[in-house]
């Protein structure tokens, strides 16, 4: 009987003929394969990212001793892995999910490949159930579904990274494993983050995959993977429902540009190379909610890209567009005008709709997102006249009014039983009268008679997803009771 031999199975050796930055030129190698890590020289190690006719190009993800040519590199018998599992919850990792917290090493539960394939269509199930952001906006008017691939997009310095940040913080209780992935971003910006997870208490149910941007060019580009591979454990293995923030795809496109140059891969449309999208894509894709014979577990991807002066047109945030159910995008201008989160409703969608919204939220805020519009609009009209009707100033009291019901305060997520409650009050007149700058302690008000006076309401409300006899009674009283305060 003939003996069978895998030939990528076998193990080979070859020599660094050339170092360029963070890549390296390897000969003597023939039966290697895209994606394969390779040892180099002591301590070093990479991973295979291409082919020439003279040589294979090896990207360093792990540097050890100076690498020089002459040294000798071997290559490993598996496509490059990452380990995973349970312990990984409370953990800042690097790019190549070791420890980066002082923390000691971490037991894993197995190895799961970076590049891992997309589950099929016959895998995948229509989504049905929300994700509770904690953003009333984005919960009220632009629901993510679990399984959804939602962009957050805008200039910098606009609340993009809080909004992806206040999504994780309100996960907690709600048996969702939450990723949080820095891509190229200074150490002060994750930090910031770092000490959220620690406000929040975020670290019984989340992680942190950091690439900073003093990490080697490598390590940045492959950030993303792992977050990807680490929240698949869970997905596939545990039948959980997993969310990833990466923050933020345009770095990630940046090093990818990078390595492509030193790659010697001609550059295409603002010097990017020509497999940018494919590469993004490939990280989406990887998003869904499974089937029950996979397992029924989802990963949510909300990936962050940053414009330049508003410029959603441009080569990554129309790419990456195409590619998501939806964007949030955040206004330089509203947030300039102190309406923070500074998300634009004319232009930020889900392409999910109202689906997968409790039925009680659906009814209610059916009509606020164009209510919201022609308030801004109507703004925008009345700027420029010294005087208007009485008509007019009532409609633009009633849009600052809403205006005010839609702020919200950084790190301060809201349950989504008090969403409901809140639009239920804007409803029922119960801010007619009021100021704008009254109208946040008159709805904190509210929310706290509510839940003194009928504590099991909430979790009622949060169990039936819609409003009942006997819970809109119960909240018809406690206006009634708070109108008659008021007067």
Not at 358 to 384: D, P, Q
Request: charged residues 25%; neutral net charge; contains cysteine.
């Amino acid at each position: 009987m003939p003996l069978k031999i895998n030939p990528i199975k076998l193990i080979e050796h070859g020599v660094v003929a050339e170092i360029r930055q963070d890549v390296v030129h390897v000969t003597g190698l023939t039966n290697c394969m895209n994606g394969q890590l390779v040892n180099i020289g002591v301590s070093a190690q990479g991973v295979i990212v291409g082919f020439d006719p003279d040589y294979v190009l090896v990207l360093v993800v792990r540097e050890g001793a100076p690498i020089k040519p002459g040294d000798a590199v071997i290559t490993t018998i598996d496509q490059f892995r990452v380990p995973v599992g349970e312990r990984f919850i409370g953990r800042r990792l690097n790019a190549l999910a070791e420890p980066a917290d002082n923390g000691g090493p971490i037991r894993e539960d197995g190895a799961n490949p970076i590049f891992g394939a997309a589950p099929g269509v016959l895998e995948r199930v229509p989504l049905a159930q929300v994700l509770e952001t904690g953003t009333k906006i984005i919960d009220m008017t632009l629901p993510i579904g679990m399984g959804q691939r939602m962009l957050i997009i805008g200039d910098r310095t606009t609340g993009k990274t809080t909004v992806g940040v206040d999504a994780i913080m309100n996960q907690k209780g709600k048996d969702v494993v939450c990723i949080y992935c820095c891509i190229g971003k200074a150490e002060a910006a994750l930090a910031k983050v770092t000490e959220s997870f620690d406000k929040g208490r975020v670290w019984d149910y989340g992680m942190i995959v950091a690439a900073t941007a003093s990490d080697p060019m490598g390590q940045q580009y492959l950030a993303p993977y792992v977050a990807c591979s680490l929240g698949e454990y869970f997905m596939y293995t545990k039948g959980r429902d997993v969310l990833v923030v990466f923050d933020d795809f345009t770095k990630h496109a940046w090093a990818y540009r990078q390595i492509s140059l030193l790659l010697e891969r001609a550059p295409g449309r603002d010097a990017y190379p020509g497999d940018i999208f494919y590469i993004h894509s490939q990280l989406v894709e990887r998003a869904g909610k499974l089937n029950a014979a996979r397992g029924g577990g989802s990963m949510t991807h909300l990936p962050i890209v940053e414009t330049l002066q508003g410029d959603v047109a441009g080569y990554i945030p129309s790419n990456i567009i195409s590619m998501t159910d939806g964007q949030v995008y955040m206004n330089s201008l509203l947030f300039g005008e102190g309406f923070k989160p500074a998300i634009d409703m004319g232009l930020s969608v889900s392409r999910i709709g109202s689906k997968v919204q409790w039925k009680a939220m659906k009814k209610l805020s059916g009509m606020l997102k164009l209510e919201y519009v022609r308030y801004k609009e109507l703004e925008k009209l009345t700027r420029i006249k010294a005087g208007v009707s009485g008509e007019v100033e009532r409609r633009l009291n009633r849009g600052k009014v809403l205006e005010e019901v839609l702020k919200q305060d950084a790190n301060e997520p809201v349950a989504m039983e008090d969403e409901v409650m809140i639009l239920y009050a804007l409803e029922r007149g119960l801010l007619d009268k009021a100021d704008p700058p009254q109208v946040r302690g008159i709805l904190a008000e509210f929310i706290r008679r509510v839940r003194t006076r009928h504590p099991t309401l909430p979790a009622e409300l949060s169990q039936k997803k819609e409003l009942t006899e006997p819970i809109k009674e119960a909240l018809n009283n406690e206006l009634a009771g708070l109108s008659h305060t008021a007067v």
